[in-house]
């Protein structure tokens, strides 16, 4: 078992910036592909970045791109999404989530945190 616990999430104005952590404790950290996803109201969940387990790879949503960065410390058992230039639309619940494969698939992903909230204002 591999248990995930985000962190970090909040209220911040358009323009703004927040940095996501997400803790995992358990399993082998290192050894897992992570990857942080979210969901908006009435939304399905959506892929937001992916890192590999060594961190020398790393993917983002279109939407994303150039505003968010995805980092992992193995030592600390953690990743990070840092988000810049927040917009209104990135309002939603952000979750992490682990797998043994690379790539942007939800039902790939076997383990999931409880999520954290990020409401951007305009």
């Known amino acids: 078992q591999l248990q995930l616990v985000e962190s970090g999430g909040g209220l911040v104005q358009a323009g703004g910036s927040l940095r996501l952590s997400c803790a995992a404790s358990?399993?082998?950290?290192?050894?897992?592909?992570m990857g942080w996803f979210r969901q908006a109201p009435g939304k399905e969940r959506e892929f937001v970045a992916v890192?590999?387990?060594?961190?020398?790879?790393?993917d983002y949503a279109d939407s994303v791109k150039g505003r968010f960065t995805i980092s992992r410390d193995n030592a600390k058992k953690t990743v990070y999404l840092q988000m810049n230039s927040l917009k209104p639309e990135d309002t939603a619940v952000y979750y992490c989530?682990?797998?043994?494969?690379?790539?942007?698939?939800?039902?790939?992903?076997?383990?999931w945190g409880q999520g954290t909230q990020v409401t951007v204002s305009s």
């Open positions: 358990g399993r082998t950290f290192s050894s897992y592909v």
């Open positions: 890192i590999s387990w060594s961190g020398f790879s790393r």
């Open positions: 989530a682990a797998t043994n494969s690379y790539g942007s698939r939800r039902h790939e992903y076997s383990y």
